[in-house]
């Protein structure tokens, strides 16, 4: 095979398949007034009070700089409390009730979106399989 030669690549098709679904979280989570960035920082200090920011960062995959930027707008938000003393201090993050209500409120739309993925599996992997025996 040449190397000029169309090829499958999972990768590419895994993230076109991750934009499409993604895209489609962003539309349903954005009326609650997140992102799925911040569906996914809140979902990390709900479930570790107090973690630090550059664990956040970390479970993130974003720097420590976007990640204070990040919280800043969740506490402007209201939907995280930062109890963090002074600049070097431990962190003390905590979501708020306010917070947990659009968690739990994201996370039962994202279940709803996992239900509409489920029942397309089949379709999908149709699709992929079609793609790759062309392009193979």
Not at 17 to 28: C, F, K, P, Y
Not at 104 to 114: C, I, M, P, S, V
Request: aromatic share 4%; hydrophobic share 45%.
């Amino acid at each position: 095979m040449s190397q000029d030669a169309p090829r499958f690549s999972p990768v590419i098709a895994l993230l076109a398949v991750s934009a499409m679904w993604e895209g489609q979280l962003s539309t349903i989570l954005r009326d609650l007034g997140i992102t799925t960035r911040k569906f996914g920082l809140l979902g990390h200090i709900y479930a570790e009070p107090g973690i630090s920011f550059s664990e956040l960062a970390r479970r993130s995959h974003i720097t420590v700089q976007s990640a204070h930027t990040a919280v800043r707008t969740l506490v402007d938000d209201g939907l995280v409390e930062d109890g963090t003393a002074h600049a070097g201090a431990a962190s003390d993050l905590r979501v708020t009730p306010k917070g947990a209500k659009i968690l739990r409120d994201a996370r039962g739309r994202l279940f709803e979106l996992d239900g509409v993925l489920e029942q397309r599996l089949p379709d999908v992997a149709a699709s992929l399989d079609g793609i790759r025996a062309g392009i193979v």
